[in-house]
């Protein structure tokens, strides 16, 4: 089982910034795609970005609602995965996960991780 813990999130105006923290235990990050999902109160947990493991190219996949303002990468030597969000918007509060799949290809399903964080608060007020 890999440990996840994700760092970074906060109260932001409307269009602020935050940058995300995903740090990983274990040798093997660099074999795994990981993911970001965030789930605001009341909602399913969805789909937020995804970047593939390595040795598949390192491929990133971003929902619709934040192509152009949210950018996934990975430091394998930190055994990190990050989330930059930019011009954030009210509709961005969530509490934000990261997750780990076992997976070398992208998947954008939930059930498609097997390892996942805490969660860190995201909230952008108006």
């Known amino acids: 089982q890999v440990q996840l813990l994700e760092s970074g999130g906060g109260l932001v105006q409307a269009g602020g910034s935050l940058r995300l923290s995903c740090a990983a235990s274990?040798?093997?990050?660099?074999?795994?795609?990981m993911g970001w999902f965030r789930q605001a109160p009341g909602k399913e947990r969805e789909f937020v970005a995804a970047?593939?493991?390595?040795?598949?190219?390192?491929?990133?996949r971003y929902a619709d609602s934040v192509k152009g303002r949210f950018s996934i990468s990975r430091d394998n030597a930190k055994n990190t995965v990050y989330l930059q969000i930019n011009s954030l918007k009210p509709e961005d509060t969530a509490v934000y996960y990261c997750?780990?799949?076992?997976?070398?290809?992208?998947?954008?399903?939930?059930?498609?991780?097997?390892?996942w964080g805490q969660g860190t608060q995201v909230t952008v007020s108006s």
């Open positions: 997750a780990k799949s076992p997976r070398g290809e992208i998947t954008t399903a939930t059930i498609g991780y097997d390892d």
């Open positions: 970047i593939s493991a390595t040795w598949t190219g390192g491929n990133t």
């Open positions: 274990g040798r093997t990050f660099t074999s795994y795609t």
